[in-house]
C-alpha cells in the first residue's frame, strides 16, 4: 500500500469518529500500521477534525519515533505502538472518550455479554482493564496503558481479533481490527452495546448473560470459515 | 401489484429504518410479500444503507428460495418466511437492533402496557419471546426463531394483526403489519413505546399497568369499524 | 384577529412540534381560540405534518361544531374544548405524546420543582391528573379528559395561567398559554423539565423539592408587574 | 483588543451555545471582560439566537452599568459581574440551563471525578454550591448568586482557574475561561462530565471516584510549563 493511500484512509478513519457521535472536539484518534513499511500513520494531537487533511496527519516508524511531519503526533501514540506490537495482526487502532464506553470504563465493570448486537462482533465480555498503578504512571504514562491492555489479555487468554477492543478503568475505551476501518466500526459497535448493556440492567437488574451457544452461533455466523452473513469477501 | 413497484416499495421502507434512527450499519431488514404472486421482497444482506436500490432487493419465492437477484439475501430471511406462513394477513416483516427494544429483549421482559401511545398500536403487553435452545440454534437458527415468536403467539392466544411486534430474548425487536410500510411504523412506535416504559419504571419503580378498559377505549379508537380517529380510509 | 391571520398561526405552532422533537407521526395538535369571532382552529385528525397547510386547518365554533373544512377536526378537540370553556384566559392549547412527559404521565407523579428552570414558567409543581374512569371513558372520553385536568386544578386551587400544563395519568401532557405559541413553548418546557427531573431523582434518589422562596423569586423574575427578565413587552 | 473585536467573540461565543446542545430558547449567556479598557460585553436578555448580532450585545463598566446599547444587558450580569471581580484571570463567563448540569445541580451534588475526561479540564470535583438564602434572594438575587460561588471557592480553598465551572443548588451550571471562548468549552465539558458521571453512577451505584495520581497526570499533561498534549502555543 502506498503511503499516501495510507494518509488518505487514516484521515478518512479520523473524520468518521464526529460522524459518528463518538468524540467531541479532539477527544479521539485512529491509527494505521504498515507492517511491510515499518510506518504507523497517526492523527496529529489536538488539532480540530475539521482543520485536518491527508497531508497533516503524522508518520512514525514501529517505535513511534515521527519520520514524517511537523506536527506532534497524537499523544495516545506509545498506546498504539504497544499494541501494534503485541497484536500482530492488528491494521488500526482507535481511541475515544465515546460517553457510553466512558461510563463503563469509570465504573470498572465489563461489558457483559446480554446478545446477539454484541455477539455479532465481540465473542466474549468486553473486558475492563484495571486502572494504572501510580508508579505505572509516573514512568510512562501512554505506554503503560497499552501494557495494561496487554496484561488483560493475556491474563484471561482472550484473542485481540475476536474481542477487539476494551474499556481502561477511569479513561476509555480502544478498539482496533484488521483494519482502521475495522477498528472505528468496532468503535461504533462498543458504543451501541454499552448503551445496551446499560438499559438492560435498568430494565432488569437481575439479568443474566446470554448463554455461550448463543455467542457462539452469532460470532460465527459472521466470522470464520463457515460465515454466511452478507456477501461474499466481505468483512462485515 | 407489480413485483416493480414491489421493490420499490421495500426499497423505501428499507431505507426508512435509518431514517428513524432505528438502524447502524447494516443492522435491520424489511420484507413484504406478495401472495397472489407468491413472491418475496427482501433488503440482500450486509449490503450498506446507501448502496440500496429497488434493483438489488432480492426476490424469493414462499419458501425462501431466490429466483431473481444476484445478492445474497437477507440472513434472516427464514424468520420472515415463518412468519408470513403462520401470519396470513401479514403483508411486510421488518427486524432491526434498535436500542431501546434490544434494552428490553436483553432484559428478557414484556414491555407493559402503560399508556395510550402503546394501546394505539399494541392491544396488549408487547411479549418478549423467550431465548431458543442450544438444539434449536443448532439445528436452523433464523427458521427457529420465527418458530418462536409463532410459539409465542400461540400460547398466549395473542392476535399478531392486534399485537403487531416481539422482542427476542436477547437479540431484537420484530415487528410486521398488514404493508412494508405499516411494519416500519410499528417499529418506531415500538422503539418509542419501550423507552416510555423505561422511563416510566425509572421514575415510579412501583407503577401498575393502565387499566383494561384503556386499552380497549384507546386501541378500538384507531381500529376496527367503530374507529374514529384520522380521516376516512386511514391506516394510522 | 383575522380567521386567516389565525389559520396560519396554528398551522405554524402545528409544525413546531415536530421541529421541537416533541411528536412522532401525528402525534401531537395544538389548537387556537378567538373569542370574539367564537371561533377555535385546530389540527386537522391523523393528517401527516408535510401535509398540513393553513388551508386544511379545521375551523369549529365554541362546541367543537366544524364551520369550515373538509378533514375531521383531531380527535382531541373535545379536550381543547372544555379547556377553552373552563380556563377564560387561555389562547391555545396543545398536546403531545412527548417522551419525558409521558414518562411522569404513565408513572402517575407530579413533575416536582427541583429548580429554577422549573420556577421560570410553573408556578408548582405540574400536577398528574388521575386516570379516567371506566364510566367517564365509555362516557365521552376526550371531553371527560378535559374534565378531568379541570378538576385537577380546581381541588388544588391551581391558576391555570400560572401552571400552565399538566400531564394526564396514563396519557401524557397538554399546555396552554395565551396564545398557541406560548402554548407550544409551554411544551418544550415542560419536555424539558421532565428530562431534568428525571436526572435530579437519579442522581440524588433522596432530593427534596426546591423552596418556596425561590420559586417566588424567578417565577416573578419573568411574569407580573415586577417583571424584569428580557426586553420590555415581552411575553418570555 | 478593540471593542468590535470583543463584540464579534461574544456574539459568536453566544451562538456557539445552541450549536453545541447546551440552551433552548434563550437560556443560556456569555460575556467577556477587556480588564484594560474596563468594559464587559454580554447578551441582551431574553433575545433569540437568531436575532442577535455582534451590534446588539449590551456594552458595561466593570460595575455593570451599561454603557453602550439599546437593550438590556442579561439578568444574570450581576453574577457575571462578580465572578470578574472575585477572579481575576477569568477573560469569559457562560451560564446556561444545560440538562445534565441541572441534573446535578438540582441533585445538590458535586460531580465526582471518576476519570480522564475529567481530569484533562477540571483539577478535581465540579463543585455544587449551596442554595441562596431567603434573604439573600430578596437582597440582590443575580449579584448574591455570584457571591454563593466565590464563597465555595474561597472554603474549599479552589483555584478557579484550575477548577473553572461550578453547579449551583437548585438552579445550574456557571464556567469560565481566559477567554469567552474557553468558558464555552468548559460548559461543553462540564456537560459531558456530567453526563458520563450519571451513567457510571447507573452503572456502579458503589463506585469510588479514580486515584489523586490519575488526577494529577492527566490535568498536567494538559496544563501548565511540562504540558505535552497538543501543539505549541495550543490552549487545547
Redesign the interface.
Known sequence: MLLKELRQRVYEANIALPQHGLV????GNVSAIDREAGLIVIK????DYDLLSPENMVVTDLDGNVVEGD??PS?DLATHVELYKAFPNVGGVVHT?S??A????????DIPF????HADYFYGPIPAAR??T?DE??RA?EMETGTVIIETFRERDLDPMAVPGIVVR???PFTWGKSPEEAV?HS?VLE?VA??????????PQ?EE??Q??MD?HYL?KHGPNA????KG?S?
Open positions: 467531541k472536539f479532539t477527544w496529529p494531537s489536538g488539532v506536527l506532534n499523544s472518550h460517553t457510553e466512558v461510563g463503563w470504563a469509570q465504573a470498572g465493570r446480554y446478545g446477539t448486537t486502572s494504572l501510580e504512571i509516573d504514562y477511569n479513561h476509555g466500526y461504533v451501541e448503551k445496551m448493556a446499560r438499559f438492560t440492567e435498568a430494565i432488569n439479568v446470554a448463554p451457544f448463543l452461533k455466523r454466511y452473513y452478507g456477501q466481505q462485515h
